[in-house]
């Protein structure tokens, strides 16, 4: 009798624990099947979550692009002053790109360098330039290359030059014996006296440019000075030098100015009357070149405050970047 209890209590006792083990398996089991189902609803309301996102996204952007010009290449400059480059608010529905040009490209007026800054330039044109040798303008010993009759074609040409002072030479072989660290070119009067010529000007243009960059390497600057105006009476016998046809170019030489590395010089801001001519006080009796006087003091008075900025250039005392005292 007592072996038949004790067998009975150690089959209860191995059933209690079989409940138990079943009990926690079970337990267990729903815990998992909990966590299953909660990762499961968490992936999906991520999945609706993200597609809202992206659909909210998509009408954001849509609705961005009906106030917001696209960014153009270039940036700087505030709407203010007229060079404002990146999104631009407009009215609904409609957008401009703000192009740039010859008023945006164009160095503006700063502080006024010495004549010194002048010593290491080389000045490279036609009579206009010649004119700084014939009336002894003082550049503090810059190289002048100015001849009469030439257009950017006899740079390009290598053709052989009569300087009044040194005599025959090739401009390109000059400038590249003297390696001047700073070049100001004003060239086109000659080319566009007679109207037709821009197409072939232009591309002369652009391969000088090209070939002062390779003569002189990378650490020269280059400046491009715009083609002045005339006097109106001059414009009405040579039709290609009219005042608004200039300025066609003019903007052109400043657009590849900005494209070829190089400073770009409106130089109709010093010579023009309001009228957009030469203005009467600087122009010699040709109404094309400059009297030897004021003329030629407005030019260089105008390049000394238009260069490229740099820490170490002669600033005159009590203009903008001027050491104090």
Request: glycine share 10%.
């Given at each position: 009798?007592?072996?038949?209890y004790?067998?009975?209590?150690?089959?209860?006792s191995?059933?209690?624990r079989?409940?138990?083990g079943?009990?926690?398996?079970?337990?267990?089991?729903?815990?998992?099947?909990?966590?299953?189902?909660?990762?499961?609803?968490?992936?999906?309301?991520g999945?609706?979550?993200r597609?809202?996102?992206?659909e909210?996204?998509?009408?954001?952007?849509?609705?961005?692009?009906?106030?917001?010009?696209?960014?153009p290449?270039?940036?700087?400059?505030?709407?203010?002053?007229?060079?404002?480059?990146?999104?631009?608010l407009?009215?609904?529905?409609?957008?401009?790109v703000?192009s740039?040009?010859?008023?945006?490209?164009?160095l503006?007026?700063?502080?006024?360098?010495?004549?010194?800054?002048?010593?290491?330039?080389?000045?490279?044109?036609?009579?206009?330039?010649?004119?700084?040798?014939?009336?002894?303008?003082?550049?503090?010993?810059?190289?002048?290359c100015?001849?009469?009759?030439?257009?950017?074609?006899a740079?390009?040409?290598r053709t052989t030059v009569?300087?009044?002072?040194?005599?025959a030479?090739?401009?390109?072989?000059?400038?590249?014996?003297?390696q001047?660290?700073?070049?100001y070119?004003?060239?086109?009067t000659?080319?566009?006296?007679?109207?037709?010529?821009?197409?072939?000007?232009l591309a002369y243009?652009g391969?000088?440019?090209?070939?002062?960059?390779?003569?002189?390497?990378?650490?020269?600057?280059?400046?491009?000075?715009?083609?002045?105006?005339?006097?109106?009476?001059?414009?009405?016998?040579?039709?290609?030098?009219?005042?608004?046809?200039?300025?066609?170019?003019n903007?052109?030489?400043?657009?590849?100015?900005?494209?070829?590395?190089?400073?770009?010089?409106?130089?109709?801001d010093?010579m023009?009357?309001?009228?957009?001519?030469?203005?009467?006080d600087?122009?010699?009796?040709?109404?094309?070149?400059?009297?030897?006087?004021?003329?030629?003091?407005a030019?260089?008075?105008?390049?000394?405050?238009?260069?490229?900025?740099?820490?170490?250039?002669?600033?005159?005392?009590?203009?903008?970047?001027?050491?104090?005292?």
């Amino acid at each position: 009798m007592g072996n038949d209890y004790n067998v009975h209590a150690r089959r209860k006792s191995r059933f209690k624990r079989r409940l138990i083990g079943y009990g926690r398996f079970a337990l267990c089991a729903a815990a998992i099947l909990l966590v299953s189902l909660a990762l499961t609803k968490i992936i999906e309301s991520g999945k609706k979550h993200r597609a809202d996102a992206a659909e909210s996204t998509a009408s954001s952007a849509d609705t961005l692009s009906e106030v917001l010009a696209p960014l153009p290449m270039q940036g700087g400059g505030s709407a203010a002053e007229g060079n404002a480059y990146g999104p631009i608010l407009q009215a609904a529905g409609a957008y401009t790109v703000q192009s740039y040009g010859l008023d945006t490209i164009q160095l503006k007026e700063r502080g006024q360098v010495s004549l010194d800054y002048f010593s290491d330039a080389a000045f490279v044109g036609d009579s206009l330039t010649e004119g700084f040798t014939e009336y002894g303008i003082n550049l503090s010993g810059a190289l002048i290359c100015g001849y009469v009759g030439i257009g950017p074609d006899a740079i390009v040409n290598r053709t052989t030059v009569t300087h009044p002072e040194r005599g025959a030479e090739v401009v390109l072989d000059t400038l590249a014996a003297k390696q001047p660290k700073k070049v100001y070119v004003l060239l086109g009067t000659n080319t566009l006296v007679n109207t037709g010529a821009d197409d072939s000007f232009l591309a002369y243009y652009g391969q000088m440019l090209d070939d002062l960059r390779k003569t002189l390497g990378e650490g020269t600057i280059i400046y491009v000075q715009s083609i002045p105006p005339v006097r109106p009476e001059t414009a009405a016998e040579k039709p290609g030098l009219e005042s608004s046809h200039l300025q066609q170019i003019n903007e052109k030489l400043a657009e590849m100015a900005a494209e070829k590395g190089c400073c770009f010089l409106n130089l109709w801001d010093a010579m023009a009357d309001s009228d957009g001519n030469l203005n009467a006080d600087y122009a010699a009796t040709d109404g094309i070149h400059f009297t030897a006087g004021s003329g030629y003091t407005a030019w260089v008075n105008y390049l000394r405050s238009h260069t490229q900025y740099a820490s170490d250039n002669e600033w005159v005392p009590g203009t903008a970047f001027a050491a104090a005292g």
